[in-house]
T-cell receptor, first 109, second 116 residues
Framework: GESVGLHLPTLSVQEGDNSIINCAYS??????FIWYKQESGKGPQFIID?????DKRQGQRVTVLLNKTVKHLSLQIAATQPGDSAVYFC????????FGSGTKLNVKP | GAVVSQHPSWVICKSGTSVKIECRSL??????MFWYRQFPKQSLMLMAT?????????EQGVEKDKFLINHASLTLSTLTVTSAHPEDSSFYIC????????????FGSGTQLSVL
């Protein structure tokens, strides 16, 4: 079956540093990926997405990298801020969405 | 502004009672809505896909008689947890997309259900 997983369950970074959150997927037919941010007690918030015909996409302070060869997805956050502290999920969409196990990002002041 | 409105934000109920959660699309007509369940410190688990005007499609292991879904209009889907038990306590989140193609999901704010 399909699965979307994460390498690191928790990540602690210093304010101002860059953060990298990783995600591995198993279904080679996956062609659309999304990163979501979820703060405690709230619904997920869209961050950035990428299609399989791309290997990199940049947003404001965030970059998503896709390596289809090894079925790996990453989210890079530049100059991490305390407001970035949350749980981050990758998700794969093929008629419906499935979510990875999540990585908790702790930003230390 | 918000695209999805979900109510209530939290609810406490006694065992054996039923609880209804509403999910409204505010900006567009949503033919498809999704219901997720999330336990503390865990990921979102898809429960069912709600289709306007037809029966919901449930994921394997989700009891359709336990979690009743009604998608009576293009802007409203409801999830009713029937005869709730403490193990049904969880965070329930609805989401919707403009179509069934490659579109991002918009999420509601979630409902924290606590069954005593």
């Amino acid at each position: 079956g399909e699965s979307v997983g994460l390498h690191l369950p928790t990540l602690s970074v210093q304010e101002g540093d860059n953060s990298i959150i990783n995600c591995a997927y198993s279904n080679s037919a996956s062609d659309y990926f999304i990163w979501y941010k979820q703060e405690s007690g709230k619904g997920p918030q869209f961050i950035i997405d990428i299609r399989s015909n791309m290997d990199k996409r940049q947003g404001q302070r965030v970059t998503v990298l896709l390596n289809k060869t090894v079925k790996h997805l990453s989210l890079q956050i530049a100059a991490t801020q305390p407001g970035d502290s949350a749980v981050y999920f990758c998700a794969y969409n093929f008629n419906k969405f499935y979510f990875g196990s999540g990585t908790k990002l702790n930003v230390k002041p | 502004g918000a695209v999805v409105s979900q109510h209530p934000s939290w609810v406490i109920c006694k065992s054996g009672t039923s609880v209804k959660i509403e999910c409204r699309s505010l900006d567009f007509q949503a033919t498809t809505m999704f219901w997720y369940r999330q336990f503390p410190k865990q990921s979102l688990m898809l429960m069912a896909t709600s289709n306007e005007g037809s029966k919901a499609t449930y994921e394997q292991g989700v009891e359709k008689d336990k979690f009743l879904i009604n998608h009576a209009s293009l802007t409203l889907s409801t999830l009713t947890v029937t005869s709730a038990h403490p193990e049904d306590s969880s965070f329930y989140i609805c989401s919707l997309t403009r179509d069934r193609g490659f579109e991002k999901l918009f999420f509601g704010s979630g409902t924290q259900l606590s069954v005593l």
